[in-house]
């Protein structure tokens, strides 16, 4: 699992730490220079940028000022050296940094990774957007050779010139501690610098950015202003939610999370949810829901622990029976699509409730499809049915009528006797235009942006999908408050919010994003719930988590069916069996 803390959680973690004299900024610079220097080695010498005339030559490599890191002044340095690596041995003489310095921590970490940048022969070059900066980072800076520049004493196109001279560029104008937009000077500076690198294209030097991409939403994903793209983001202690969540995961590159001795954070999915315990400094927390900052990403350990693996003692019964309400004469694929998914996911029955002449379509390509009520354990509704209109009554084959049915026994209106029981559902496409009640976080919502969108106005909110799109946790969480239901927003990153907690899922190739490919998540979902029901009836924070796994084994059984190609939304069903037998393998 991926966990990711929000700025809170991150400075109360430091507190005790910082107090207890833990050198914090030393680790992070240093892991820092050595990401930087490993890339820059990496490359070969003829690639890099010349030395502008007028800059004075490099440092020799090897002149160090008093002798070493632990002269940053902070205690213990020496002792969390990490041994050094071939490859940041290599020779990065005569290479150039620039380095973007606000004037805080963050701008503090990078000065210090500057200091040891410039004691390894690298000319590196810092500007000052702010009157103030890290004082002990600039002093180390300074010592270490490093050339200082203000950004109140040159013009913007210069640093912009600067950058396109150099091999790296590392942003550190804001970490953490940053809240909205880049303000001036900062934010004109990034603006000319992403019309320069919109410009160089491949020519672009490597740009690292220090803890975050500066200018984004640290806690929400938000990108309110200019951000510089980096292509690997060194990120200190833990990962932050903004480098998990569109769209300023889209920003970070490749990221790096470096320990700088935050306490473990030992989360455990258990089988039905069972209280996990995390420590975070001094402050412990209990309980499944990990703090309302909270960010995951689920890794295919966490979905093996979730599946629900048949043994030999079950049956198809006890295994989960998925009903699916799919489809109409007009948009009968939906039909077949979640059926498949349902199916290939291995679910113990898949039943379909639909117009006679789709559920033959769905034998056809389905024969293990049961064409017929019964008892179902979980239920699809949804996929290829259309918006319900009350003012112009329905033209859908009855699959309206059979949702608003089958809706009755998710949030609990019928009674028990009536329904079996309530039970999980996927509520996909139409069926998110018939809600008519508060639903229960066993009910999973499974709308794009623009669905989310119009379903957010039916509760009042002014959102359309460039708005959603814009801030998708946000909107998520607000869908989840409003209907008591959990939100998957499907997209490049799929967000999962419910009430314990939220998912960020990146699994799947941008070729997914193709018609159908919903519909057979819907289904993979649906077995998924089924075969867990009475768990996820039982711990309303189930139902987030099997989703977020739902997705991943959606988006890795696309990126199989795809393989670097196009892909059909039945390929990625088709897919999905070798996918989750890779997992529990
Ligand atoms: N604590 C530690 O020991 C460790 C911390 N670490 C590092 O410190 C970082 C956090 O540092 P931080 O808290 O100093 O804040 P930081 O992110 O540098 O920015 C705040 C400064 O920016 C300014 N500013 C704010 N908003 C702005 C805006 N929209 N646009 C422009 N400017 C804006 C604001 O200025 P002001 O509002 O005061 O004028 C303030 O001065 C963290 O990400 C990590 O890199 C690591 O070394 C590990 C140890
Ligand atoms: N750019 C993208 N990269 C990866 N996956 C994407 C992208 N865009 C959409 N997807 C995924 O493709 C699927 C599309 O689903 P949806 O929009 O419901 O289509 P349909 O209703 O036609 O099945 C979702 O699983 C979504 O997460
Ligand atoms: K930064």
Redesign the pocket.
């Known amino acids: 699992m991926k966990d990711a803390w929000s700025s809170d959680e991150i400075r109360k973690a430091?507190e005790p730490l910082?107090a207890a004299g833990v050198p914090?900024?030393a680790r992070?610079?240093y892991a820092l220079a050595q990401a930087v220097l490993r890339e820059v080695a990496a490359r070969p010498a003829g690639s890099r940028a010349t030395r502008p005339a007028g800059r004075p030559a490099p440092r020799p490599s090897g002149v160090r000022l008093r002798g070493s890191l632990s002269s940053d002044g902070l205690p213990g340095t020496a002792r969390v050296r990490p041994a050094r690596s071939a490859e940041t041995r290599g020779d990065v003489r005569g290479a150039r940094a620039l380095l973007l310095v606000?004037?805080?921590?963050?701008?503090?970490?990078t000065l210090y990774a500057g200091a040891h940048l410039a004691r390894r022969g690298m000319s590196v070059t810092a500007v000052l957007v702010?009157a103030?900066a890290h004082e002990e980072g600039l002093a180390a800076f300074e010592a270490a050779g490093g050339h200082v520049q203000r950004l109140a004493d040159v013009r913007v196109p210069t640093v912009v010139q600067w950058a396109r001279a150099s091999d790296v560029v590392l942003d550190?104008?804001?970490?953490?501690?940053?809240?909205?937009?880049?303000?001036p000077p900062?934010?004109g500076l990034v603006r000319a610098l992403v019309e320069a690198r919109e410009a160089a294209g491949r020519r672009w030097p490597y740009t690292v950015a220090?803890?975050?991409p500066s200018?984004i939403g640290v806690d929400d994903g938000v990108v309110p202003g200019p951000v510089l793209t980096a292509d690997r983001t060194v990120t200190?202690?833990a990962l932050k939610p903004g480098l998990l969540l569109p769209p300023a995961a889209g920003f970070a590159g490749t990221v790096e999370l470096v320990d700088?001795g935050f306490p473990d954070v030992s989360v455990t999915d258990h089988w039905a949810g069972a209280a996990q315990r995390v420590t975070l400094g001094r402050h412990a927390m209990t309980g499944t829901d990990t703090g309302p900052g909270r960010v995951r990403r689920m890794e295919p350990a966490d979905v093996a622990a979730l599946w629900p693996a048949p043994t030999a003692r079950d049956h198809k019964y006890t295994r989960g029976v998925v009903g699916v309400i799919a489809g109409t004469s007009t948009y009968p694929g939906a039909a077949v699509l979640a059926t498949s998914g349902a199916v290939r996911a291995g679910a113990g029955m898949v039943r379909y409730l639909g117009p006679e002449d789709v559920g033959t379509r769905v034998l056809l390509a389905r024969p293990e499809v049961v064409v017929a009520g019964g008892r179902v354990q979980a239920w699809v509704l949804g996929p290829g049915v259309p918006a319900y209109d009350p003012e112009e009554g329905p033209d859908d084959d009855g699959q309206a009528r059979r949702v608003f049915g089958a809706l009755a026994a998710v949030t609990g209106v019928l009674s028990e006797d009536v329904t079996g029981g309530r039970m999980p559902a996927v509520i996909d496409a139409g069926a998110l235009t018939m809600l008519e009640h508060r639903l229960p976080a066993w009910a999973v919502l499974t709308p794009h942006a623009g669905e989310l969108a119009e379903l957010l106005q039916g509760l009042g909110h002014e959102a359309d999908r460039a708005a959603v799109e814009a801030r998708p946790l946000h909107w998520a969480r607000t869908a989840h408050q409003a209907t008591g239901a959990t939100v998957l927003l499907k997209g490049a990153v799929t967000v999962v919010a419910g009430p314990g907690g939220a998912y960020a899922q990146a699994d799947a190739p941008p070729w997914t994003a193709t018609a159908g490919a919903g519909d057979v998540l819907a289904g993979i979902l649906g077995t998924l719930l089924a075969g867990r029901s009475a768990d996820v009836v039982a711990d309303e924070t189930l139902a987030a988590r099997l989703a977020a796994a739902a997705v991943l084994v959606h988006g890795r059984a696309a990126a199989r069916a795809s393989a670097g190609g196009p892909v059909a939304a039945l390929e990625i069903a088709r897919a999905v069996p070798a996918v989750i037998a890779e997992l529990l393998g």
Do not use: K
Not at 102 to 107: L, V
Not at 172 to 183: I, K, N, P, S
């Open positions: 430091e910082i914090l900024m992070a610079a606000g004037p805080g921590n963050n701008g503090g970490d702010s103030r550190g104008l804001v970490g953490v501690g940053a809240r909205g937009a880049l303000r900062a934010g220090v803890d975050i200018g200190f202690g700088i």
